[in-house]
T-cell receptor, first 109, second 115 residues
Framework: KNEVEQSPQNLTAQEGEFITINCSYSVGISALHWLQQHPGGGIVSLFMLSSGKKKHGRLIATINIQEKHSSLHITASHPRDSAVYICAVRNQGAQKLVFGQGTRLTINP | DTGVSQDPRHKITKRGQNVTFRCDPISEHNRLYWYRQTLGQGPEFLTYFQNEAQLEKSRLLSDRFSAERPKGSFSTLEIQRTEQGDSAMYLC?????????????FGPGTRLTVT
């Protein structure tokens, strides 16, 4: 069973700050996802990665397979970035996702 | 709207009643997943289908839970004799399958409250 741990669990920052959310997992994986969940429940996929780094707008996701660790960065944070960010992994040979507990991010104006 | 849809969005029921939720995946997606999310936690896997075949079930899916995908399109999740511990957000996701892994697209969820 893969254990997925995120840190911090809660993060409050001021608009404009650089944000980092971390994710660690215990067993080798095929892919790692970063997801965003707004109040009301809908989940949106931000990134799917298996190596290296991906960038989309102000969001950057990195993964270190050897260290079993991934980070999600948000540059020039904005109040609309306030949401729960969830890391999820797919184990090798499996289809289902195993999720972290989420990081609640609040960006104050 | 061509995304994943779920119905109803909210359901309040009394303990002991049966409830059924529906998920309509993206039309060309042949894989469909059900997850459950309790307050303050990340989602947990319940079950998944490839076409009409239910290929994996979590131990979380007790005898009171049953899921179907009769024609390989929409799916239903039924909970019999609901308990307060069943209160959660039930999320559906779909994906395409092929030689490589395709990401899952999530629906808006059905929030169940058992009183």
């Amino acid at each position: 069973k893969n254990e997925v741990e995120q840190s911090p669990q809660n993060l409050t920052a001021q608009e404009g700050e650089f944000i980092t959310i971390n994710c660690s997992y215990s067993v080798g994986i095929s892919a790692l996802h970063w997801l965003q969940q707004h109040p009301g429940g809908g989940i949106v996929s931000l990134f799917m990665l298996s190596s290296g780094k991906k960038k989309h707008g102000r969001l950057i996701a990195t993964i270190n397979i050897q260290e079993k660790h991934s980070s999600l960065h948000i540059t020039a944070s904005h109040p609309r970035d306030s949401a729960v960010y969830i890391c999820a992994v797919r184990n090798q040979g499996a289809q289902k996702l195993v999720f972290g507990q989420g990081t609640r991010l609040t960006i104050n104006p | 709207d061509t995304g994943v849809s779920q119905d109803p969005r909210h359901k309040i029921t009394k303990r002991g009643q049966n409830v059924t939720f529906r998920c309509d995946p993206i039309s060309e997606h042949n894989r469909l997943y059900w997850y459950r999310q309790t307050l303050g936690q990340g989602p947990e896997f319940l079950t998944y289908f490839q076409n009409e075949a239910q290929l994996e079930k979590s131990r979380l899916l007790s005898d009171r839970f049953s899921a179907e995908r009769p024609k390989g399109s929409f799916s239903t999740l039924e909970i019999q004799r609901t308990e307060q511990g069943d209160s959660a957000m039930y999320l559906c996701a779909s994906s395409f399958s092929g030689g490589t892994y395709y990401e899952q697209y999530f629906g808006p969820g059905t929030r169940l409250t058992v009183t």
